[in-house]
């Protein structure tokens, strides 16, 4: 019988080869309560999940050029969004503000330890810009309410990034799976009940339970947390 070490080395690999398959990755990662909410109904999530999920977090953006969150998260939570817990290089940063709405004062405008790249309308008004950050304008999306999905990833393809983490929050999440692009979803679910809050995932509704979405899953457990690899097809 393998030892601890063994089984945990195996997993490691288990988890994260098929992530280095291909040059081009969309994955997207969510943490969330048994009744599916990231966060409470005043917005606080630190932290949901447990210390080997924020581990596995810190393992996924060292391995992706480029890491994605909406302007709400990057409000609410001030992440840094970089690799401080592996080895590994800090992933560009990259912000969906389509108001240019998040104010200057969060970390990743202004630590200076990563690239980041902060994405708006034309008609938005940043101000003043920080250094070592590059406002990008695209057009919203057909729905007027936030940026396509593909349209984002390609502009960030046009700059070489091609392996995309995206980090949150969930109406950002929700979004690139509802338009398909996303090779996979790493969702992991931590034994608490909120009964109220955030929800993680909104996505376009079905009458139906064969119109759901059922990708290829598997199952890793992250000390007391559960995490469901799924995969798609985009």
């Known amino acids: 019988m393998p030892g601890s070490a063994e089984r945990g080395e195996s997993q ?6 098929p992530l280095l398959r291909d040059r081009g990755l969309v994955i997207a990662q969510l943490g969330q309560t048994l009744d599916g909410r990231i966060a409470t109904r005043t917005g606080h999530s630190h932290f949901i999940t447990g210390p080997a999920d924020i581990l596995h977090l810190h393992r996924l953006r060292a391995l992706v050029d480029a890491v994605v969150v909406g302007a709400g998260t990057a409000i609410s939570d001030d992440p840094q969004l970089t690799v401080r817990q592996v080895a590994g290089r800090n992933p560009v940063r990259v912000v969906l503000d389509p108001s240019a709405r998040v104010p200057p004062d969060r970390r990743m405008f202004k630590d200076g330890l990563a690239p980041t790249l902060w994405i708006v309308r034309p008609q938005a008004d940043p101000g ?19 940026f396509d999905p593909g349209a984002v990833l390609q502009a960030l ?11 949150g929050g969930g109406v950002t999440v929700s ?11 790493h969702v992991t679910v931590a034994p ?12 376009e509704p079905v009458d139906r339970l064969d119109q759901a979405r059922r990708p290829h899953c598997r199952q890793f457990s992250l000390g007391d947390d559960v995490l ?7």
């Open 157 to 167: 393809a046009t700059r070489g990034l091609r392996r995309v983490l995206v980090e």
């Open 192 to 203: 608490l009940l909120l009964g109220s809050g955030c929800p993680s995932l909104t996505l």
């Open 175 to 185: 979004r690139f799976l509802d338009a398909g692009v996303l090779h996979r979803l």
């Open 128 to 146: 003043p810009v920080p250094s070592g950050v590059e406002v990008l304008r695209l057009e919203a999306g057909p729905t007027g309410c936030g």
């Open 12 to 17: 490691l690999e288990s988890i994260y080869l």
């Open 228 to 234: 469901f690899d799924l995969e798609f097809c985009p």
